[in-house]
């Protein structure tokens, strides 16, 4: 099992009153499996996310992921295991604007100390099928391809699993059924697990399993 | 109205939210220190001319060896000016055993024509406006203690007979006279005659003193160059040209260069913080126009806003403008015993220009920029502004340039400065941009050196910017210590320890060899005995007419030239070459005369055919005897002077002086330690008012280092949250980070050591015209200061950066 979240619980403190953000979320996920989170706005997609990949930490509750209890880590370990075993996808792309499309695939590589991180870069951009725009900056893609470039840098890092927070949310139809589409069908190439935040219903529908949230909670 | 409220609540709330600290801080600084220097320099100058009016006596001052200009200037009747006539000669006065050779001075009754006397009696020390009285005579505490007088004691001079009323303390007229080298006395002008001491022949000088109005003294002056006979010379109000005059006028200088490269940085800073600032209100405008808002109701707005920022900068920074200049001329209050006058409107001009050039050059086209945002900003996040950044810079540089013009007042030199300091900053920065080397591909994240380096690499042009303000903060902080540690004592090595602090004047050629004798007996090592007589040069034209150098010289005749003097043309004495003489550079200058010019030299009766053979550059400020015209002696065989030297009295000697006097009494003996004193005193004051100006500049400097790394870390934020997603430790980027900025941290101290290099020697040899010395320590204070500066303040901001969890640094 890749993931493993138990009785997660999430509150944030809003002046004098505590606001529960996700209550008693429970569920599993295996390896090379896709999950879909979906809900309305609000009900605490994006805070599941954070935590599923180590960005936040929950109030309580367990995460196992791969294995490794990700709730008793702290800031710095939960950055090892993120650069070891955690992929993301961003709506916002969250591509650093001053690095080429291949210098951001490369990033992933660079940090875990691989031997050669351009040529594996240049393998994934030209997986997403941008070869020709390797020198260009983030600025002179389309969004589209910035999120492609994302996906590029995702899946170059060799993750055990991928989160993707509503990766076509900032594309138009045509761009967001390429990208969702790339998605999949470069994860079916790694056996990675995926789990994608979205509001898309057709782009839920074509993961292996589904969870709603609605105010925090999961609605079965 | 609306618009007043809107903007009032929108700088109240960018207030409270420090959203304008940067701003607010910067313009602050600037009108801090430019009120402060412009109010301070204001009243500065105002007090040295008041001085040199009084150093004159009068706003003009003619000079005559003859008494028929008094009657002619009389029967002009000139309107709207006083005039004063005084009578200046020498003479031996006698009290009962004891006699001393004076220099008196008979003054009418409009004596003094400006300024004060300060006198001493038996009632104590008091301030008068007259003459003395018929019949008594006022004396200086030198003379009063060589004839050991009272007050009440008779004196005779001539024929006549005086009382002793008064000990003078202060005199406005200083500048009067050929005979102040001896002690002195003042007398009524009605007491001359009956004195009978001047006959027929007798050396004597006529001044006339006159005060008005400039045109008026315009007037008297034209008539005074029709009436100017041979030997005659008018005298009117020029720049204080005493060593402590100069040291005031070049600090002032100093202060004001100061104050506009804290201008010019403050400038730098509020425009960084102006981008900020538009960048934080893209999205408020775009949602303004969507709403409406016309174009010049936001403007108005803004507007507004601006100016309730101005005026809250006014207050603050003219309050500590004003407690500035007031530190400053605490200072130097020993120097100007009398409180200093009011200060004009000029320094609330140039301070309130400055707040407007830096607002329209340095924040106003930001806002234009701002104006220009598209209102469809409101539904796409990513457009951006419109408006290219060329015309901001364009206006920066306007404003750049018309500041320099505000306060160099010179057209010519503010195209100088503007050029250098592009000229500066681009060879500066284009060299720090090449030096840190071409880009490799990759962040090189795989450890933090090569994610440093390239970083450092990376950000080339931020990097080198933050580097110049670095270098520039840390130059001027290392001045500031060094100037506070070392200048002084800079200064007194330069005078030798045994450098003379006594001249001796008026030394007949029957008692040189004798006083030669006593000084030797008694230890004390004196400089050469320079032969002196008075002279005036008359310049022989190619037509053989005789045109008359206005004014007379004391020359003197020696083989060798004197310690530093320096021949800047034509050649000094040699075996083949001893008709001509040697000029100082600044009367050859003035008279126009040049090497081979034929002269005259006239020196009473006779008359000396010459010729000008060299120039010299003479330092005025060696305490040893200086002369503006040198001849060769055996062109003045025969020529009766007397002699003038001067030595050094070790402090436990000090009685030697008055027992010379004594043994020889037409000679006369001043000690100059009290000047070596005030100038060791002003060079101190000097120097903690330089501190201070450097002070407040670096800290202008270290706010726009610190704003220009703070804008730098805006970018990083992003790109450490996205680092850290993708798996990077908090201590990765911490420690690179540290590595970076220790590296710009040793870059901007090395370069910071070799700007306070130039600096300090700039300050020795230019304001302070000591000899330059080389601070070792410097160079290491420089990267230190770097390193621990530059660190600790990086160290702040990523700590902030990565403190917080890289989700919520992702949302912001």
Known sequence: MILEVNNLRKEVSS??????????????????????????????????????????????????????????????????????????????FELLPSLTALENVMLPSELKAEDDPEQRAKYFLNRVGLSEREKHYPKQLSGGEQQRVAIARAFACSAKILFADEPTGNLDPKNGEMVSNLLFEVNSETDNALVIVTHDHDLADKCDKKIELKLGKIVE | MMLLSLSFKIFARELRSGYLTSILVSLILAITIVSGISLFTDRLEKALNTETEEFLGGNLKFESNQNTAKDKIAEQDFEGINFMEMVLFASVIFADEDMQLSSVKAVDNAYPLIGELELENESGIFITKKNPDLGTVWMDERLQNLLNLNYGDKIFLGDSEFIFDATILYEPDRASGNFAFAPKTIMNLADVASTNIIQPGSRVEYNYLFSGNDENIRKVRDYLEIIKENGDDIESLSEDSSSLGRTIERSENFFLLGGLIAVLLSACTIGIASQRFTRRHVSYVAMLKTLGMQIFQIRMMYFLLFVFLTLLTLIIGLSLGW????????????????????????????????????????????????????????????????????????????????????????????????????????????????????????????????????????????????????????????????????????????????????????????DKNSMQSYLDENGIKSKPFYPVTNASILKKEKQDDEDLIDRNFNITWIEDLPEQNTISEGKWFDAYQVNGISVSDDIAERYKLEIGDEVYLKLGEQKIESYVQSIRVVNWDNFSPNFFVIGHPSLFENISSTYITSFYIPSNK??????????????????????????????????????????????????????????????????????????????????????????????????????????????????FETSANFYPEISLLGPLLGITVVSSLCYYLINGITKQSPKKLLMQ
């Open chain 2, 323 to 510: 407690i500035l200049q007031s530190q400053f001329i605490d200072l130097m209050s020993s120097y100007f015993p009398t409180e200093l006058p009011v200060p004009g409107f000029y320094p609330i001009l140039i301070t309130c220009g400055t707040v407007v050039i830096c607002q329209f050059g340095f924040i106003y086209p930001h806002i234009t920029k701002l104006l220009a945002i598209s209102p469809m900003r409101v539904l796409k996040d990513d457009i951006s502004f419109s408006y290219g950044s060329i015309p901001v810079f364009v206006m920066g540089l306007i404003a750049f340039f018309l500041l320099l013009y505000l306060y160099t007042n010179q057209l010519t030199l503010s195209l100088i400065i503007f050029m250098g300091v592009i000229g500066f900053s681009v060879l500066g920065i284009g060299s720090i941009y090449f030096l840190l080397g071409k880009n490799k591909t990759g962040l090189g994240a795989t450890g933090p050196m090569t994610l440093a380096l390239s970083e450092l690499r990376r950000r080339k042009l931020g990097n080198s910017f933050q580097i110049f303000a670095f270098t520039v903060a840390i130059g001027l902080s290392l001045i500031t210590f060094s100037a506070s540690q070392n200048l002084l004592g800079s200064w007194q090595t330069s005078i030798p320890d045994d450098s003379p602090n006594n001249f001796a004047i008026n030394i007949t050629p029957e």
């Open chain 2, 654 to 767: 000090q009685y030697l002086a008055a027992d010379l006097m004594r043994e020889f009494r037409t000679v006369s003996v001043f000690s100059i330690e009290e000047l070596i004193e005030q100038v060791k005193e002003i060079i101190e004051q000097v120097t903690q008012a330089l501190n201070s100006i450097l002070l407040l500049t670096s800290l202008s400097a270290l706010f726009l280092a610190f704003s220009a790394l703070q804008d730098g870390f805006s970018v990083r934020k992003h790109q450490s949250a996205v680092l850290r997603t993708l798996g990077a430790t908090n201590s990765l980027i911490k420690s690179s980070t540290l590595i970076e900025f220790t590296m710009l941290g040793v870059i901007s101290g090395s370069l910071g050591s070799l700007v306070a290099y130039g600096g300090i020697y700039f300050i020795e040899t230019r304001v």
């Open chain 1, 15 to 92: 002046g004098d009153n505590q606001l529960v953000i996700l209550d008693n979320v429970s569920f599993n996920l295996n390896e090379g499996q896709s999950l879909a989170i979906t809900g309305p706005s609000g009900s605490g997609k994006s805070t599941l996310l954070g935590l599923l990949a180590g960005l936040d930490e929950a109030s309580s509750g367990q995460i196992h992921l791969d294995g490794e209890a990700l709730h008793e880590l702290d800031e710095e370990q939960r950055a090892v295991l993120r650069k070891d075993k955690v992929g993301f996808v961003f709506q916002s």
